[in-house]
């Protein structure tokens, strides 16, 4: 089936939501999401535990019902979707090319595409641990579809590996699914999970929490017996002798997140090697113009609530690009980023304005740093943090006149003073 | 007096506080940003609860599980017993979100809601 659509949103969940209806609300009615799963909302759906929209509707909501707010305003606006449908590709010239087992083959001629593809796990090839390959090795959201979503229980007796949001999270769900988790561990000596986490999921339970901990090695045949844990060193390498073996039948990691971006590299957007999304400007438009980023396929968020904004504005920018109504930034000024700050979305500006923040991440965890922005080498922006740490994206906010000063230098930087 | 750090579990700003108190009585607590934090301290001192999210059977084509929550924290040591009750229950399409699908679940005016709507 050959179409044509103003904007092509590939993605269903948070982002891919947001940013359609945001396209809609400004002007852009032939609007379709494309959604590989059988309903919208992503991973929202499996993600059942509370807390989130805090920010975005002032009130703690599961997953489904957050998912439920925004497919419910789609709904009202009538945006146009498909669900169990892949894109295949976009190409350069915004062609989408899709399957779906009900329409066939789509060729979409968009003049304007947003890519809310999201993220994935990695998986324990990605972090190489040894032994043999038994069934109970499961990435965390795995067991999470598993168990949230169809109902199956994964294990009896667990190790987590990865004190992420999602690792916490699995924990509390394992052990209220009846099944016991011996211990977290984290490479590293901090937890990247929140602290309400550590607390509600961890601590609740008695579930250890084992710091700079880390799993060398599966044993098993058939099915998981145990795991090798040994302690690391601070060049995050096992030590020799502090190796223990911890029977259990599940191994959870929960070790990080890659955005996901196949699709957007086969159109030849220019990817970030540090985020690992795309490199966009201040209207979330990527190296290709009228391609969009945003979500977690931009960057990896901690919090639903600035995915769905950010994908909000992501679409409105669409929307501009498809009303024409778009100044066309003369240069582009690449963000520096040093001593502490790893990166800055968005990498590239033209014209800053106060309704656009900007989002990075700290390199490790300090106390009392401050986060300083320079024009042309000269401070326009000063803020001391009591608590930074690499697992809560920073969100800045700058005024009219310190938008003025960065769009008139030529060179922006963002940095840290941990003194 | 007793003495004991805590982290507040009401949002992701997770606030390091230091809580003194007598008996299930809270005294004093410092570190917290908001006045929930006190709340929430003074709570966990006293009576300690939790909202329970989890999933439900239920009869339909779509989904296998249905999302539930509590509408409000029920007992933290009555989690366990909560989960048990779950095992029971079989929901029945349609439904809607916020739809009541237990009164009065393990809490006196505690209900049991539908995280989703599931129609057939």
């Not at chain 1, 800053?352 to 990075?360: A, G, Q, R, S, Y």
């Amino acid at each position: 089936m050959n179409l044509n659509k103003s904007l092509v949103v590939v993605g269903g969940g948070p982002a891919g939501l947001a940013a359609a209806i945001a396209a809609k609300e400004n002007g852009i009615n032939d609007v379709i999401i494309l959604e590989r799963g059988s309903c919208l909302g992503g991973i929202l759906n499996q993600c059942i535990h509370s807390g989130f929209g805090l920010h975005a509707f002032g009130e703690e909501l599961t997953g489904p019902e957050y998912a439920g707010r925004y497919e419910e305003k789609a709904e009202k606006l009538k945006v146009d979707y498909l669900t169990d449908t892949m894109v295949l590709s976009v190409s350069h010239d915004k062609t989408v090319i899709a399957v779906s087992k009900e329409k066939g083959l789509l060729i979409i001629k968009a003049e304007a595409v947003v890519l809310a593809t999201g993220c994935r796990e990695r998986t324990r090839g990605a972090i190489n641990i040894p032994g043999t390959r038994p069934a109970g090795v499961f990435t965390a959201g795995t067991a999470q579809y598993y168990i949230n979503m169809i109902g199956n229980h994964v294990g009896k007796k667990a190790v987590i590996l990865g004190s992420g949001d999602i690792g916490l999270i699995m924990a509390r769900r394992l052990m209220l699914e009846g099944a016991k988790v011996e211990m977290v561990l984290e490479l590293l000596p901090y937890s990247n999970g929140l602290g309400r986490n550590i607390a509600q999921c961890l601590e609740d339970f008695d579930i250890p929490l084992m710091l700079s901990h880390t799993v060398i090695g599966v044993s098993g045949k058939e099915r998981l017996e145990g795991v090798t844990i040994a302690k690391v060193d601070d060049r995050l390498l096992p030590i020799p002798g502090t190796e223990q073996f911890i029977e259990c039948d599940t191994l959870l990691l929960s070790v990080g997140l890659i955005p996901e971006n196949e699709i957007a590299t086969g159109a030849g957007v220019e990817l970030s090697p540090i985020t690992g999304g795309a490199v966009v400007n201040e209207n979330l438009e990527t190296n290709i113009e009228g391609v969009f980023a945003c979500g977690n396929a931009l960057h990896v968020h901690d919090l639903v609530d600035y995915v769905s904004d950010e994908a909000a504005r992501a679409g409105k920018s669409a929307a501009a690009y498809l009303n024409g109504d778009k100044k066309e930034s003369s240069q582009y000024k690449t963000i520096i980023t040093k001593n502490g700050v790893r990166y800055c979305v968005p990498q590239k500006i033209g014209t800053l304005t106060p309704e656009i923040p900007l989002f990075f991440r700290v390199a490790t965890p300090s106390q009392g740093s401050t986060i300083l922005i320079y024009a042309d080498g000269n401070v326009v922006y000063k803020k001391r943090e009591a608590y930074l740490t690499p697992s809560e994206m920073q969100m800045v906010k700058l005024s009219d006149e310190t938008c003025k000063k960065l769009n008139e230098a030529k060179e922006i930087t963002v940095e840290l003073n941990t003194k | 007096m007793n003495e004991k750090m805590m982290t507040c579990i009401v949002c992701p700003r997770g606030c390091r506080m230091k809580v003194t108190f007598e008996g299930d009585k809270m005294l004093s607590c410092t570190g917290n940003f908001c006045k929930r934090g006190a709340d929430y301290a003074r709570a966990e001192i006293a009576f300690p609860v939790r909202v329970l999210t989890s999933t439900v059977t239920i009869n339909s084509y779509e989904v296998p599980r249905l999302p539930v929550k509590t509408s409000a924290p029920i007992p933290k040591d009555k989690l366990f017993e909560a989960m048990e009750k779950l095992k029971t229950l079989k929901v029945s399409v349609p439904v809607k979100h916020s739809d009541i699908i237990f009164s009065d679940f393990i809490s006196k005016g505690v209900n049991l809601i539908s995280c989703r709507s599931v129609n057939s």
